[in-house]
């Protein structure tokens, strides 16, 4: 039902169907034959493929004279304008009456993404209550006042939608997309799951009549929370950044994202309904879309209910949740028989909506954030500085952690135990020494690799409405447009990276290892 209709001049949709078969099967053929050193049947003589298969024989040469004759920036010749104007992208946000944030982006895609975002990640949790954000993640689209479950699992599948629910310390993202005709049984789905959860007892924690009647246990909540729990713990990167957290943090910022494993059987829908009442509310929640009209997410949003809920006391959501920089402890030290030895040496940084986020993202990428080309080649200063000091296997990046508030900025080493001392001495070092010979030629590779990263995130309906949902909620509605985003990074001097990179020195480090620590050396002796 939803096959294009051929246009005049043009073959039939069954026919360009069949034309691509023909054309697969022939470099299915081609592939097989190259691969056991055969000459493929379609190449014979009289072989009605022949003269199609050996056109995709010269295909990379045809490709690449015509790249030479002709330049992208240039109009081919003889191509004929086809009459259609792509109209430029529109986007909106506002806030309604009870805190809701609305925002909406057009689009060309035939889809429309939906997020909805939640401020009610792991760092709003009050004490008792570690691990109920994970638990809030795993029963989204369940039974709600509105929809039984089966309605909720099967109607998106009818529609052929794909609904996903994430979790951060700071909010928790439903997430849905659709064909553009199916917006409105998009929107029935994710606001019923946000506005009316029903949190059955048999959703968080199936307890079986028998021993024999098991087999609903894997659909529950706490089921489920078990088994992520314990895929993280054969993580190491993983873990080893959960624990740094919780040593650099004090206030929600040092709550993991995930439930601890002492707590998985301890939450009932009651407190799970608890904790759903007091963050999700009106001035909590926002909701962006991508390839939709604002106009239409308005109305949708607005018959589905969304706009019945309460706003919520602004002054006690402003304080849960508050965190300050102040390590506990300043190393973590995790002993395994790894090959290889992970670390993290870390220091205090900026959030997302501190000015210094620009100044921590141009630093990053002066210092390298791995591979950035298809051939696999590093670039940045840590990179050529960890070949130096080790000749073996090591592997450094950049690392920039950002939170709505805070932040952690530093650097990433895995090596084997033998190198792990000599690689990581030398790039703690270099980080510490680009506050000092940071250039200007550094400078301006690394405005251009971010200004293209900020480009390339736009490309997708993810990366518009993360950038969207983020900004508007956390930067009290306020939204910066990419091209003004690009303005203020060209903006960026030597200078101010230079100042922030000497700031953020004078914070107190910390260092985590994951690995075999039989040379691995301690924080005080990095830098000596």
Not at 141 to 147: D, G, L, Q, V
Request: hydrophobic share 35%; proline share 4%.
């Amino acid at each position: 039902s939803r096959s294009p209709r051929a246009l005049p001049g043009r073959p039939s949709y069954a026919e360009e169907t069949q034309a691509a078969v023909r054309l697969s099967s022939c470099c299915l053929e081609l592939g097989r034959a190259r691969r056991f050193d055969k000459e493929p049947k379609m190449l014979r003589a009289g072989s009605k493929f022949s003269q199609t298969a050996r056109g995709f024989g010269r295909l990379p040469v045809r490709c690449a004279s015509s790249a030479v004759q002709y330049h992208l920036s240039e109009p081919l010749p003889n191509l004929e304008s086809c009459g259609v104007e792509i109209p430029p992208s529109q986007r909106s946000l506002v806030e309604f009456d009870n805190g809701v944030l609305l925002g909406a982006t057009t689009t060309t895609s035939p889809l429309t993404t939906i997020n909805m975002v939640v401020r009610a990640g792991s760092r709003y949790e009050l004490p008792g209550e570690a691990g109920v954000s994970h638990f809030m993640r795993r029963l989204a689209y369940k039974s709600t006042e509105k929809h039984t479950a089966v309605y909720m699992t099967c109607m998106p599948q009818w529609f052929g939608m794909r609904l996903s629910c994430t979790g951060t310390r700071d909010a928790i993202v439903y997430s849905g997309t659709c064909m553009k005709d199916d917006t409105d049984h998009l929107l029935d789905v994710m606001c019923q799951s946000i506005i009316a959860p029903k949190f059955y007892n048999w959703e968080v924690h199936y307890t079986p009549s028998s021993t024999a009647d098991c087999s609903p246990r894997l659909l529950d909540a706490q089921h489920r929370v078990g088994t992520d729990v314990t895929g993280i713990a054969q993580n190491r990167s993983a873990v080893l950044l959960e624990q740094i957290q919780s040593y650099a943090f004090r206030g929600g910022l040092a709550q993991s994202v995930y439930c601890p494993s002492h707590s998985v059987g301890n939450f009932d829908e009651d407190k799970i309904r608890a904790y759903h009442t007091r963050r999700y509310v009106g001035s909590n929640i926002g909701v962006f879309g991508a390839g939709i009209h604002f106009e239409d997410l308005q109305t949708g949003v607005t018959r589905h209910g969304l706009y019945s809920i309460a706003k919520g006391d602004s002054h006690r959501l402003a304080t849960e949740g508050a965190s300050h920089h102040s390590p506990v402890r300043n190393e973590v030290r995790i002993s395994s028989n790894d090959a290889t030895v992970l670390a993290y040496f870390m220091l205090p940084s900026a959030g997302l909506c501190d000015d210094d986020h620009i100044n921590a993202l141009l630093l990053q990428r002066v210092l390298g954030t791995g591979s950035v080309l298809e051939s696999g080649v590093d670039s940045g200063r840590l990179q050529s500085v960890a070949a130096k000091a080790d000749r073996g296997f090591s592997r450094v990046s950049a690392v920039n952690i950002s939170h709505s508030d805070l932040g952690l900025f530093g650097v990433q080493v895995e090596a084997t135990p033998d190198n792990i001392r000599s690689v990581l001495t030398a790039v703690a070092g270099e980080l510490m020494s680009a506050a000092i010979t940071l250039t200007e030629k550094e400078m301006t590779v690394a405005k251009a690799q971010l200004c293209a990263d900020l480009l390339v995130s736009q490309e997708t309906h993810e990366g518009i409405l993360e950038d969207m949902a983020f900004q508007s909620l956390y930067r009290g509605g306020k939204y910066l447009l990419p091209e003004a985003a690009i303005e203020r990074v060209n903006a960026i001097t030597v200078r101010d990276v230079k100042a922030y990179a000497k700031n953020l020195l004078s914070g107190k480090p910390i260092l985590g290892v994951h690995g075999n620590l039989k040379d691995t050396p301690y924080l005080d002796e990095i830098g000596k």
